[in-house]
């Protein structure tokens, strides 16, 4: 049992709890949101290592349950969090951290990649902006606003792109020299992710993870094939409980390391959780958001 400090919030759960994404999420009201948390063991069932009590963990909830003051896992969840590294942090990194380096790791970037990322000022944006920086690519960074640009930009951005303007792909497109990008990582779908993949040059990897347009990016898989453009949905990002527990993993301890920094725009207090979800869906949050308990 984890008493909880701190629970993440996704986007996603929004939609959810809106009724979108039947097809993905088969929860039904009511139920009790979030999926990421960060707290200090409380207590351990028979046959746990007594040690665990007391120690500063996040771990994944289950997909529901997180909203709460306190959480139980199989100990297999537990993920130690690295001294040094503030629970928000961890938590932040829970799932975007774990998508980050999936998504990323599947699309082998290397130096010589121009790499779009839209909603590159959210909390997984963010840290694909981090991760492409740092892997020497090109970072181009597609988000609403001179704010959330300028963020971005902070992260590593080399180039930036507002898609609140109708002309936003001409920049890409006069960014990459008329070629067009070797990698995207859409976290838009929707109209973004189409105009972003129109982007795309010959042999390029497209990933479409994102959906806070309502729809995931449509692509026409005829004009990818032809133009050898790999695919990517939001199905190949699914892991297994063990993947996730490691990928998480590594997210915290490379945090702890000051290799990714987590963006938290704003926190709640977990009463204020239908604020945060407002909050969210008017889009006024740069990063993630969180809620916060005593």
Known sequence: MIDVTVADILFIETQVRNGWGREFFSVEPPYVPGDGVAGHVRAVGPGVDPGWVGRRVAAHAGGYGGYAEQVVVPVEALIPVPDGLE????????NDGTTALTVFEAAEVTKDDQVLITAAAGGLGSLLVQLSHAAGARTIAAARG??????AHERGADVLADYSDPDWTTRVREATGGRGVDVVFDGVGGAVGR??????APGARFSAHGAPSGSFTDVDTRAAQERGVRLRGIQDVQRSAEDRRRLATQAVEAAARGELRPLIGQTFPLAQAAAAHRALEAREVIGKALLLLP
């Open 146 to 151: 001179e704010r959330k640009l300028a963020t």
């Open 87 to 94: 629970l928000p942090q961890a938590a932040a990194l829970l």
């Open 195 to 200: 105009a972003a993949f129109e982007l795309t």
